[in-house]
């Protein structure tokens, strides 16, 4: 099965996530340049380029870590570009990292319900629903049967779930997704792949940052390519993956 599949966004329906030339610098470094785009409600933005080209400080950006140099993040047609962290999380953007985090010392249970009692408008307000909430995701995420195991005694694959039952707890509107197959096998990269399509329908834009190009070619409506911070491609991933500029900078050093 392919994105094409699935039924296309409403073109005309404002974007849940939008930036008019975003910018980092740092000191001499323009790590992300003048990047606009924006992502439709149920749809999903791949992000691809080389290392270093400014894909998780985009990222950063969008969730509170960093403040932008110049331009604008725009989250369902408002300005957000000074509200900090927290006040995105209650708007509904979540994200994952990279490196996972689970909170130490803690279930698998526990985890999720910290994100479902600080996600959107605040979070669940009590701690059965909460706790509620955690469980009907961590089912979702083929965690179910491991809820009482501590977080930090999972393995790569597990911790990856428990990440996305994370973010899913707090019912985002936005998603923000970090190399979540990073360290996978082919296997497990085809799970993960099938849990995204799976979210689909859920109400969520997703932006989507990997290198495994066939997931990315498989799993998203449109790729966006940063090469040096600047974006050099924003089309649908047939397109962009054979645009001789995006196999010049990324696609030609890698074959998967
Ligand atoms: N806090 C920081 N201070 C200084 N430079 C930074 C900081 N964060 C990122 N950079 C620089 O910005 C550039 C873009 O980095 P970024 O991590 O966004 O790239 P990336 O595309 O996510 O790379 P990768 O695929 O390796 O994760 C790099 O040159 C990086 O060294």
Redesign the pocket.
């Known amino acids: 099965m392919s994105a094409q599949n699935h039924p296309a966004p409403q073109a005309a329906a404002a974007p849940v996530i939008e930036t008019r030339g975003l910018t980092k610098r ?1 000191q001499g ?1 323009v ?1 992300v340049d003048a990047v606009s785009f924006s992502i439709a409600e149920d749809e999903i933005l791949g992000v691809i ?1 080389p ?8 990222v950063n950006m969008i969730s509170g870590t960093y403040a932008p140099s110049a331009g604008e993040i725009l989250f369902r047609s408002e300005r957000i570009n000074d509200l900090p962290a927290f006040r995105r999380a209650h708007l509904g953007i979540a994200r994952t990292f ?1 490196v996972m985090k689970p909170f130490p010392g803690m279930t698998v249970l526990d985890n999720v319900t910290v994100g479902a009692l600080f996600g959107r408008d605040g979070g669940e307000k009590s701690m059965p629903r909460a706790r509620e909430t955690a469980r009907e995701w961590l089912e979702f995420t083929g965690l179910g049967a491991k809820i009482e195991a501590q977080a930090d005694a999972l393995g790569g694959p597990d911790r990856k779930r428990l990440e996305f039952a994370k973010a899913l707890a707090m019912g985002p509107k936005l998603l923000l997704l970090d ?1 979540v197959m990073a360290g996978l096998n082919p296997v497990e990269v085809d799970e993960v792949v099938e849990l995204i399509r799976k979210m689909r329908g859920h109400g969520m834009a997703m932006l989507v ?1 990997e ?1 495994v190009v066939k997931a990315i070619r498989s799993l998203s409506d449109r790729v966006m390519v ?1 090469h040096h ?1 600047e974006k050099i491609a924003d089309d649908d991933p047939a397109a962009v993956l054979e645009d001789p500029r995006v196999i010049e900078a990324y696609l030609g050093k890698r074959r998967t």
């Open positions: 740092f470094l790590s380029g290392n270093g080209a400014g894909k998780t400080t985009l990279q190399e940052i290198h940063l911070g």
